[in-house]
Every structure is written in C-alpha cells, then in structure tokens.
C-alpha cells in the first residue's frame, strides 16, 4: 500500500520542544524509522508537515484528486481540536484517513480530550510516540 503521513501545526519542533511529552526523537528520525517500516513490509510512504491549516487540507484535497495514495495518518496537532477546515476536508476525500498523537491526548489538558477530527476518521492511535503511527498503518492496511 502507498500511504501519506501529514503531520500538522508544531510537529517540526518534535524532539526539541516538550520533550517528556513528545520525547527526544525529531521528527526527521520518526519519519525515518516509519520509512524504514513501510519497505520492510513492502509499503510505500510519503511525508508532509505544515504549519498552515489551509496548506494540510489542500495536501489532503491533492491525494485525492491525484490519487497518490491508498491511506492516510494524520497527526493535526492542536488543529485536531477545533479544525473544522480540516474535518470536512477528511470527510470529503475516499481515502481512508487515521488520527494520530504522538502523547496521549487524554491524559493531558482538558481541551485536548475533544477531536473534531475523529468521527470522519478509521481509527485514532494516540500515546504511543512512534508506534502509534506504525499502529496506524496497520490498521488501515487490516481494517
């Protein structure tokens, strides 16, 4: 399967900010460690990260319409809990999407307990750094 992991609003910071939240790893090294994932199981994956919600919501419109992609993980950041842009974009494409959050966003801030995002997608992973995007892609590849 081909798939594209956006990751969304601070997660360029990943590794050098809040790091008993996020850990030490950059985001670079997840992405790399993901890559690594997919080829030993003969997948294909692609990376995009922005900081722009407008910019993620036309990454998703483009995978859609360009078809470059059989799944999607997504981790929006803090655009997960108030996005409406972002939601609607998800429940517009046919492309299987999964949330996902480095933290596990129920343990945290009260606010950060709400996604606007989850009811449009497969499945949400949150709490597991990195295995939670690996989780994500073998959810959508067993769903």
Known sequence: MKFLVINGVNLNLTGKREKGVYGTA???EINEKIAAYCKKNGDEVCFYQSNIEGELV?????AFLNKTCDGIILNAGAFTHYSY???DAIASIDI??????I???????????????????RGVVCGFG???????????KNP
């Open 26 to 28: 950059t985001l670079e």
């Open 96 to 101: 299987p999407v999964a949330e996902v959050h």
């Open 130 to 140: 990195l295995g939670s995007y690996i989780a994500a892609i073998e959810g959508l």
């Open 58 to 62: 036309n990454k998703l419109h483009e």
């Open 103 to 121: 933290s596990n966003v129920h343990a945290r801030e009260e606010f950060r307990h709400k996604s606007v995002l989850s009811q449009v997608c």
């Open 85 to 87: 842009a972002l939601r």
